[in-house]
């Protein structure tokens, strides 16, 4: 039975409660404004595991700066090992995330096109994604440019598409959003995206 520690990292969109296994970051989610102890988060997460409060030492202090670098703009690409359990299909669908490139969106339709599912079962996949942030579910919107569903609430992924100056924000693609440029070529609607790169992870 592994052993996890949890940990409650603060941000600009409100605690985040991580679990660190000696493999790597097995999950990351919104935890709310207010501080709640990680374990109490994380617990039901993990029903069959062993999940106590504690530090994560040089892991949790480098998934603590690399974080900390995201939210100032300083970091495109995490560089964090992770441990992510799930069906395989779900599992698909997380590697393909990490290949959106930073300051890009897609689209749950494109998504399922390229794994040969169905859009709601990439959904699904999207809702359940154990590491939020660095596995980039966020950067996944509707064929319209909506924002759809997100763990930590429609406001924190607007708040990181924001941040991340995603081509979707750039085209007032998404709702309340204005366009910054209507000329720019570097920039496409969200339903024609590529993959440009994976986004490192360990």
Same mark, same amino acid.
């Given at each position: 039975?592994? %052993?996890?520690? #949890?940990?409650? +990292?603060?941000?600009?969109?409100?605690y985040?409660?991580?679990?660190?296994?000696? %493999?790597?970051l097995?999950?990351? $989610?919104?935890?709310?404004?207010?501080?709640?102890?990680?374990?109490? &988060? /994380?617990?039901?997460? =993990?029903?069959?595991?062993? +999940?106590?409060?504690?530090?994560?030492?040089?892991?949790?202090?480098e998934?603590?700066?690399?974080?900390? $670098?995201? =939210?100032?703009?300083?970091?495109? %690409?995490?560089q964090?090992?992770?441990?992510?359990?799930?069906p395989?299909?779900?599992?698909?669908?997380?590697?393909?995330?990490?290949?959106?490139?930073?300051?890009?969106?897609?689209?749950?339709?494109?998504?399922? %096109?390229?794994?040969?599912?169905?859009?709601?079962?990439?959904?699904?996949?999207?809702?359940?994604?154990? &590491?939020?942030?660095?596995?980039?579910?966020?950067?996944?919107?509707?064929?319209d440019?909506?924002?759809?569903? =997100?763990?930590?609430? /429609? #406001?924190?992924?607007? =708040?990181?598409?924001? /941040?991340?100056?995603?081509?979707?924000?750039?085209?007032?693609?998404?709702?309340?959003?204005?366009?910054?440029?209507?000329?720019?070529?570097?920039?496409?609607?969200?339903?024609?995206?590529?993959?440009?790169?994976?986004?490192?992870?360990?």
């Amino acid at each position: 039975m592994k %052993e996890l520690v #949890a940990e409650a +990292i603060p941000s600009p969109v409100g605690y985040l409660a991580v679990a660190l296994s000696p %493999e790597g970051l097995a999950r990351l $989610e919104f935890a709310g404004e207010k501080f709640r102890d990680p374990v109490s &988060v /994380l617990a039901p997460r =993990f029903p069959d595991e062993v +999940i106590i409060n504690g530090s994560a030492g040089e892991a949790g202090e480098e998934l603590r700066r690399q974080l900390d $670098e995201y =939210f100032r703009g300083w970091r495109r %690409e995490f560089q964090i090992p992770l441990d992510l359990r799930g069906p395989e299909f779900r599992m698909e669908v997380w590697e393909e995330l990490q290949m959106i490139p930073y300051g890009m969106t897609t689209t749950y339709g494109r998504l399922a %096109e390229r794994l040969g599912g169905g859009a709601r079962a990439v959904g699904g996949a999207c809702a359940s994604n154990p &590491v939020s942030i660095v596995v980039p579910c966020h950067r996944v919107v509707g064929a319209d440019g909506s924002l759809r569903g =997100f763990g930590g609430g /429609l #406001a924190a992924k607007r =708040f990181l598409l924001e /941040l991340e100056g995603a081509d979707a924000v750039r085209q007032g693609l998404l709702p309340g959003s204005v366009s910054r440029s209507t000329t720019d070529k570097k920039t496409a609607g969200p339903d024609v995206r590529r993959p440009r790169g994976r986004a490192q992870s360990g």
